[in-house]
């Protein structure tokens, strides 16, 4: 088709370049604008005390969840304290059945409880001083279990722990209130800290008689996992005193001021290390432990926030200019519809849509673009149109063509066994194998169709197998595996046939043969397999059968079934052999899932 002729005379109008150029200009002086508003409302000094309260904050915050974590734990020991139950069961000295029944009953129930009573690792130590309780425990002293990390409750003897130190260290009785925090026996070597706490009998008021002691022990890095120095920043230490402001627990750089852990410091005090470099140190305490955190944090931290103010600056400066271009991408969308329109068109061509056009308004180079695609997408759809019909007749007549060479080499095979049993007077066998034929046909002719529901198609087979059992008697052997979900689909017709044929003619290895025809569903697609434990073949074999440049008849029936399949749903699709010389051979065929309802009406 011969294009038009189009007025080549210079059009007048602003190019696209400078009006995108006008635009960016507007929005840098906006952003200048931005910058100084910021810079002169943005105060240094503000931000350094504004610091000071965000590290109180984060100080105090981490003191309440480390206040949290002990209290779960001291309140778990006073269930146990203030069971009057446990402590009268306790106390009698039993033997026998009576003994395990309140071991059973009551002791072991109540503290397997308070040992998993919150999430935390605990292992929990009891010391009776009735030594008729029956004594459960692992040794602890073990390294092996150092890293153990399940919720434990051990029962000892109080004959354990009379001579040790840790024990009689323990403060005079004070009713719900005498309790404390200490590293014994393996917690030192195992990370870990202890609440020990009595277990008392209030049954005489005027004095309060100890049947026991209870030990809490757990990880530290569990306890104290709130406390670290990066929620301050890098340089900070904090550390976790005790009453005698021994340290607990610490986290972070090791802090070397004059200022000793074993000191009290004031809540905000500034301090200078041995490099003089100036620390700001702040202190919480957590009065129910009797214990302190402190922080020790640099003043370049606070330095930092100045820095941090700078780049601010530099953030909004990027947060403009990131503004700028989206505010850019808006303006220039506008003039970049048209380019958008053409693409479009161009991707509608490249997908076979040759109707979609441009409409055509304006001035400038895209008007003339649309112009010129409308013209050459009428042609380009003229053109197409005559090669794709003759493509299209080209493959309906190839597939009929392929269709046709299966039902005459089948009968033919078929006659000369009838011919076979004619000859030795096998007469009831002749007459079957007759009747079969004819079931046989009958469903293959299907009134021209070439695709059948996958039923059809395995009932075909089916009757294929009953000729041949006619033939070959009890020497043949076959075993259907059908996944129920295939039937609902539709495939090719006569494809399993000429596989099962082809077994039946090269695979015999002595005078019996087992064929198993196996149908399956796997993901999107069908899959049949045809097995037999017959003669196998060669590599070499397989390549020759599916040699489409070999003019000789080997394989010629496969390679026909895969043309067929590949001709109706695409290359990726076919039939694939696996073999193995006097194992057997596997003959796969994969097609894609296809509803009967959704499919296009064969021609007949």
């Known amino acids: 088709m ?50 000071r309260i965000n590290i109180q904050n984060t100080l105090r915050q981490i003191s309440d969840n480390v206040a949290y974590k002990v209290d779960d734990i001291v309140q778990t020991s006073a269930t146990l304290y203030d069971d009057r139950t446990l402590t009268l069961t306790i106390r009698p000295r039993e033997e026998g059945y009576n003994n395990y029944t309140r071991m059973k009953q009551v002791i072991t129930p109540k503290l397997e409880s308070a040992s998993k009573a919150i999430g935390l690792n605990l292992r929990m130590s009891v ?87 209870m030990r809490f022990s757990v990880r530290l890095k569990e306890l104290f ?39 009290s410091v004031n809540k905000y005090a500034l301090s200078t290390d041995h490099s003089d470099k100036e620390y700001l140190t702040i202190e919480e305490s957590l009065p129910e432990q009797k214990w302190r955190i402190v922080a020790h944090v640099p003043l370049t931290i606070i330095e930092q926030e100045a820095v941090r103010v700078r780049t601010y600056f530099i953030t909004i400066c990027l947060l403009c ?56 997408g009428e042609d380009f759809e003229a053109l197409i149109n005559k090669v794709y019909l ?63 529901p996958v039923a059809m198609e395995l009932e075909q087979v089916s009757a294929y197998l009953d000729i041949q059992k006619v033939k070959y008697g009890r020497r043949m052997e076959v075993t259907f595996d059908i996944d129920a979900r295939v039937w609902p689909y539709e495939t090719v017709k006569l494809i399993l046939q000429p596989l099962v044929e082809n077994v039946l003619k090269h695979a015999w290895s002595g005078d019996r043969i087992h064929i198993r025809i196996v149908v399956e569903k796997e993901e999107d697609t069908i899959l049949y397999r045809i097995i037999d434990d017959g003669l196998g073949m060669k590599q070499e074999r397989i390549h020759e059968i599916f040699d489409r440049s070999d003019n000789s008849h080997v394989g010629c029936g496969i390679r026909n079934i895969d043309q067929r399949i590949k001709l109706h749903y695409g290359g990726e699709y076919g039939v694939y052999i696996f073999s193995r010389v006097g194992i057997g051979t596997v003959a796969q065929i994969r097609i894609p899932l296809r509803t009967r309802d959704l499919r296009q009406k064969d021609k007949t």
Do not use: C
Request: net charge positive.
């Open 2 to 51: 011969k294009l038009p002729r189009y007025n080549h005379r210079r059009m007048r109008y602003v190019p696209i370049g400078y009006k995108l150029m006008l635009s960016y200009i507007l929005f840098i002086l906006i952003l200048v604008a931005v910058n100084f508003y910021v810079s002169h409302s943005m105060y240094d000094a503000s931000m350094r005390k504004q610091t």
């Open 127 to 213: 010391y009776f001083h009735n030594d008729t309780i029956h004594q459960s425990y692992r040794s602890w002293k073990d390294r092996t279990l150092s890293e153990f990390n399940e919720q434990t409750n051990d029962i000892y003897h109080m004959d354990r722990i009379l001579d040790k130190a840790w024990y009689h260290d323990i403060p005079p009785e004070i009713y719900n209130v005498t309790m404390q925090w200490k590293q014994v026996e393996e917690d030192e070597r195992d990370g870990r800290i202890s609440l020990i706490r009595r277990i008392v009998d209030m049954s005489n008021p005027l004095a309060i008689e100890e049947v026991g002691i």
């Open 225 to 263: 996992d709130s406390v670290d120095y990066t929620k301050l920043g890098e340089g900070s230490e904090l550390v976790v005193l005790d009453a005698a402001g021994h340290t607990v627990f610490s986290s972070g750089q090791p802090w070397s001021s004059s200022t000793k852990h074993g000191s």
């Open 321 to 376: 200019v990131i503004l700028l271009m989206i505010a850019g991408l808006f303006i220039s969308r506008y003039f970049s519809k048209r380019i958008n329109k053409i693409v479009a068109v161009l991707n509608s061509f490249r997908e076979g849509d040759l109707h979609k056009r441009i409409s055509t308004k304006g001035k400038g180079e895209f008007t003339q673009i649309a112009v010129a695609l409308n013209a050459m």
């Open 390 to 452: 003759t493509q299209l007749q080209k493959k309906e007549a190839e597939l009929e063509m392929l269709q046709t060479q299966i039902n005459p080499h089948f009968l033919y095979n078929t006659l000369s066994s009838i011919n076979q049993l004619a000859k030795f007077g096998e007469n009831e066998k002749l007459q079957k194998m007759v009747v079969e034929l004819a079931q046989f046909y009958r469903l293959t002719l299907n009134s021209g169709k070439t695709m059948i």
